[in-house]
């Protein structure tokens, strides 16, 4: 019934109506595509992050780290793109 524009909306506490249309924007679902893809890849980063804690050199966890701290930057950068969106167009 709802999209996940609509679920993200919900959950950040903004009440929606059941017969509300969900409402349709191309910036907005391009901002929220890049902050899922931005999260995923940050996600699966760690994961591989987290494997090879042991296995590779204390150097080469290092500059794997600094990578993954970069995409938790994006992520951010991502998130507050899509929420200033939101917060200046109300789509």
């Given at each position: 019934m709802y999209d996940t524009v609509h679920i993200a909306v919900a959950m950040r506490g903004v009440p929606l109506l059941e017969d509300e249309p969900a409402p349709s924007c191309s910036q907005k679902s391009a901002l929220l595509e890049a902050y899922s893809k931005a999260a995923k890849d940050y996600g699966k980063t760690v994961s591989e992050l987290n494997e090879l804690m042991g296995v590779v050199t204390r150097a080469e966890w290092l500059r794997?780290?600094?990578?993954?701290?970069?995409?938790?930057?994006?992520?951010?950068?991502?998130?507050?793109?899509?929420?200033?969106?939101?917060?200046?167009h109300g789509c």
């Open positions: 794997l780290h600094k990578i993954a701290d970069e995409l938790r930057l994006s992520v951010e950068s991502s998130r507050q793109a899509l929420d200033a969106h939101i917060a200046k």
